[in-house]
T-cell receptor, first 114, second 112 residues
Framework: GAGVSQTPSNKVTEKGKYVELRCDPI?????LYWYRQSLGQGPEFLIYFQGTGAADDSGLPNDRFFAVRPEGSVSTLKIQRTERGDSAVYLCASSPWDFASEQFFGPGTRLTVL | KQEVTQIPAALSVPEGENLVLNCSFT??????LQWFRQDPGKGLTSLLL?????REQTSGRLNASLDKSSGRSTLYIAASQPGDSATYLCAVTQGGSEKLVFGKGTKLTVNP
């Protein structure tokens, strides 16, 4: 596609439930990033993939968060046992190569945990 | 730990004014600096990317400068328009890492 796409655009869930958020990067981009943005804050890094492997997952807040990119294209961010504090906008970005290149962002998924 | 600060947090100007947004970072060991625009409820749109070896980049009415040694960048917007109203975020790529570290942004309102 022309840009990074993310689905769903909005997700409302109940505390304790499991959610999956999907990111489709720009075709041909080998690097993929997940960020989380809380209201009034800048995005915070979660995890970075180069190809299929997670090159840096230092931003994942705890073991309830996990992400995969099995074929080096689409990525899924998975959150287990959701908590109200997980409510935020989850942003995905991609870039054409991994050395400090320009990152292109998707529209985000707004997650609300009730 | 890299910290990025943007001043002011909010800015309101009349249409046609030239303006400057400021960004500072605590660790000068960066690969690049990127300026983004974010409209309410939307994702981020990349405006300009400055590599660490560069001093400035220009795109249309936008000009971004980088002074790596002092840990500062500015985004200059010429002849502002109501359509420029948005939140502007700066972010740096830290040396040895691919992740972007963001400031909290400057919310710009251009009044017609």
């Amino acid at each position: 596609g022309a840009g990074v796409s993310q689905t769903p655009s909005n997700k409302v869930t109940e505390k304790g439930k499991y959610v999956e958020l999907r990111c489709d990067p720009i075709s041909g981009h080998t690097a993929l990033y997940w960020y989380r943005q809380s209201l009034g804050q800048g995005p915070e890094f979660l995890i970075y993939f180069q190809g299929t492997g997670a090159a840096d997952d230092s931003g994942l807040p705890n073991d309830r968060f996990f992400a995969v990119r099995p074929e080096g294209s689409v990525s899924t961010l998975k959150i287990q046992r959701t908590e109200r504090g997980d409510s935020a906008v989850y942003l995905c970005a991609s870039s054409p190569w991994d050395f400090a290149s320009e990152q292109f962002f998707g529209p985000g998924t707004r997650l609300t945990v009730l | 730990k890299q910290e990025v600060t943007q001043i002011p947090a909010a800015l309101s100007v009349p249409e046609g004014e030239n303006l400057v947004l400021n960004c500072s970072f605590t660790d000068s060991a960066i690969y690049n600096l990127q300026w983004f625009r974010q409209d309410p409820g939307k994702g981020l749109t990349s405006l300009l990317l400055i590599q660490s070896s560069q001093r400035e980049q220009t795109s249309g009415r936008l000009n971004a400068s980088l002074d790596k040694s002092s840990g500062r960048s500015t985004l200059y917007i010429a002849a502002s328009q109501p359509g420029d109203s948005a939140t502007y975020l700066c972010a740096v790529t830290q040396g040895g890492s691919e992740k972007l570290v963001f400031g909290k942004g400057t919310k710009l309102t251009v009044n017609p």
